[in-house]
């Protein structure tokens, strides 16, 4: 199970709270979801951790983020990796060698985000929820703990750690229902052509 | 006819044409993952950064053989300019296929009501890509 900061539990027993909690608990599946299945994409299959490992100390870290907002949802997705992670998935998908700290390890880093809230936005439409998506940054200044607040789960790989963090505003009264789609769901990687 | 005629190799009367594409993403990596695929398959590959790049791409560039496009990007995202482009695209003839991380049915729809041939969603598959580009492009480089 990841990790949900305490004052985002709810769950008082009231109709509201247990709605709230649900809500959470649905987003909290779906980042952990769209984290596993991203790095699994790029031959990095991995398991939930916590607490963080030893190894994923801030010198070691990037981190990448992307606003959100939509009627339902509004918020930040963020993606703390190693740069062992960055370099790995790098090497997976371009099939060459970058360095650490360089622009093209930035701009993977933005990247990656970039394709994480992408399926958390596709899993989304499962719930008729959507939103408008902003363009990544990295973040080079940002105090770390504060990402701690949010909605997070944490993983390890054999080639390094990565946590993902959903820090996000949900519109009062809503609550997430399963509704099928109208259109059918085009997955990560399909190709559809006109 | 589109594309670049050159010689194959030195010496060598037979001439072929690389069909010219161009991958408009914000992300370089992402833009030479596109390149490192068709490059190799003998397409000619050339970069933009954003749709305001690209549009100006595609207005300067006349024989491009087809345009590869990003939806999320900074100045111009690529659904506000394939509707700029509209008209120019039909007239050329020139397809266009979205690649992206959004899988949209309202975005496929409008893209597709302006005039793209394809969709991908990201992270594409490479034999998935580089087939749509050789079947659009018709023969192949």
């Known amino acids: 199970m990841s990790e949900t900061p305490p004052d985002l539990k709810g769950g008082d027993g009231s109709g509201e709270g247990s709605m709230t909690a649900r809500n959470y608990a649905i987003l909290d599946q779906l980042l952990r979801d769209c984290c596993l299945e991203l790095m699994a994409d790029y031959g990095l299959p991995a398991t939930l951790a916590t607490p963080a490992p030893a190894s994923d100390a801030a010198t070691d870290v990037s981190i990448a983020a992307i606003d959100f907002s939509g009627r339902d949802l509004r918020g930040t997705i963020g993606l703390r990796m190693t740069n062992s992670v960055v370099l790995e998935t790098y090497r997976a998908a371009v099939g060459t060698a970058i360095d650490v700290g360089s622009p093209d390890a930035s701009d993977w880093t933005c990247e990656l985000v970039n394709q994480l809230i992408g399926r958390l936005k596709n899993k989304l439409r499962s719930y008729n929820v959507s939103f408008n998506v902003n363009t990544p940054r990295l973040l080079v200044m940002f105090p770390v703990a504060e990402l701690e607040r949010a909605l997070r789960s944490r993983f390890v790989s054999d080639r390094g750690s990565f946590a993902g963090y959903l820090d996000v505003m949900i519109a009062p009264g809503f609550a997430f229902v399963d509704s099928a789609p109208e259109a059918p769901l085009v997955d990560e990687g399909d190709l559809v052509l006109f | ?141």
């Open chain 2, 1 to 141: 006819m589109r594309g670049t005629w050159f010689c194959s190799e030195p010496g060598n009367t037979e001439f072929i044409v690389a069909k010219r594409v161009l991958i408009i993403d914000d992300s370089a990596s992402v833009r030479r993952q596109v390149s490192g695929v068709l490059s190799p398959a003998g397409f000619q590959v050339i970069e933009a950064a954003d749709g305001v790049d690209g549009a100006d791409r595609i207005r300067s560039q006349t024989d491009l053989a087809l345009v590869i496009c990003d939806v999320n990007m900074p100045r111009m995202n690529g659904l506000d300019m394939l509707d700029t482009l509209k008209g120019e695209l039909a007239q050329r003839q020139l397809p266009v296929v979205m690649l992206t991380t959004e899988g949209q049915p309202e975005a496929m729809a409008r893209a597709k009501k302006s005039g793209a041939k394809g969709w991908i969603v990201k992270p594409f598959k490479e034999h998935l890509l580089l087939g749509a580009v050789q079947k659009l492009t018709q023969s192949g480089p």
